[in-house]
């Protein structure tokens, strides 16, 4: 039997259900090492530069040379390629935090509590930091940003069509219809992302979806389970009728559809909307807004799920892990950082220092100013209420992640219906994770 390194399984949540207060200034962080000091970080958090300039300006010594990969999938193979072969990773990387289970298992990252990360445990909110520090003694990452579901849409693609912002998933499919008729085909109402599970499965949390539960040392694992299947049923549906696209997530071909108006919603979470101010730029600024997602019933409180939301580790390799667990910290804890990477990128903070700032609430200034100058934060504030705090993941979810990819595919191939789909992913996934020596049925 297989005991992950990670005691716990990452529970993710709802940032609004924790009261938060802005504090008068940055905690003092860990005096830096001396002589000159270069710091190699992956991240894709977008103009990461323009924020880490501050920290340079700080503490003059430590250089700090971004690597954006692209995104999560390009980070994690080369890091796990560069730990397995014990050479190449970088001093600090960005991961979410349903693959942190997986990374902490490989041995090749720093328990941060020998560099003192765990005086700083007050400053977050506290959810976030049992994603990186379950067992309440080891510290695997710090927290870094989350992301409640919302639904993202071009106000003035609505208007044209005719139809009302959707406020269920009946009056989505309906709308999808309606736009799909009155624009011949040219436009659809929204995409599915059928190669990141992570998106499907907010979903389905959403409507109450569990697809890992721990006891102990031991699993139950059902990707299968009746809200997975409902919630793919439904987006097959519409993808079958050509109502939505299934354009690829962080793609050239995604962000001109989007800049072009040929896609007139989706479901995004709250560090999506820097996505499109910073991939779109000038392109459609000021015709987005944001709103509660769709609800399977109407009326009563709003339900969501959470995709992603990221922590920063240092890697057993770094030569300067004393630097690097500084810049860890002062990237989610320094009032500089948290504004420049919700202005530069969107990412909702982690930090209870972070949720109070004046910048979230800032409607002259990305993504708020792209989105027609709306208060993004409390659209996500309102989401992240609505997350269903009892929900884990497993440390074999690089797998299932990856394996989703291909039962989607199967599934608009026309080979798997869309249950069968979930069942073949429920059982490839189930034998990796047996072959992989973890308890788990």
Known sequence: ???SVLKASLALLSLGLLASTARAA????????SGNITLEVWSWVPDLNKTVAAF???????KIKVVNLGGGPQTYTKLNTAIKAGSGAPDVAQIEYGFLPAFADTGGIVDLSKYGAND???????????????????????PQDTGPFAMVYREDLLKKYG???????????????????????????GNFYTTFAPWFMALAWADGGQFFQRTDDSWVQTLNNPQAKKVLNYWYGLIKKGDISTVQAFTADYWNAAGAGKIATNMEAAWGPGGYAGSLKDKSA????????PQWTAGGKIKSGNWGGSSNIVTTQSKNKEAATLFALWLNLSQNAITANWNNGGLFPASDAGLGLPALADKTKNPSKFFGGQNLSAVYADASRGVNVNFQWAPWFPFVNDNFNKQMDKMLKGQFTPDQALDAWQAESLAEAKKGGFTVK
Do not use: C, H
Request: positive net charge; charged residues 20%.
């Open 120 to 142: 700083y445990k007050k400053y977050f909110v506290p959810w976030t930091w049992g994603q990186v520090s379950p067992d309440g003694e080891s510290v695997y990452a710090i």
């Open 1 to 3: 039997m297989k005991t």
């Open 163 to 189: 139809v009302a912002v959707p406020k269920t998933w009946d009056e989505y499919a309906k709308a999808a219809a309606t736009v799909n008729t009155k624009s011949k085909g040219a436009v659809k109402l």
């Open 286 to 293: 000021g015709q987005w807004r944001a709103a509660n997602l």
């Open 26 to 33: 940055d905690p003092a962080f860990p005096k830096a090492p």
């Open 56 to 62: 340079t300006k700080q503490y003059p010594n430590i």
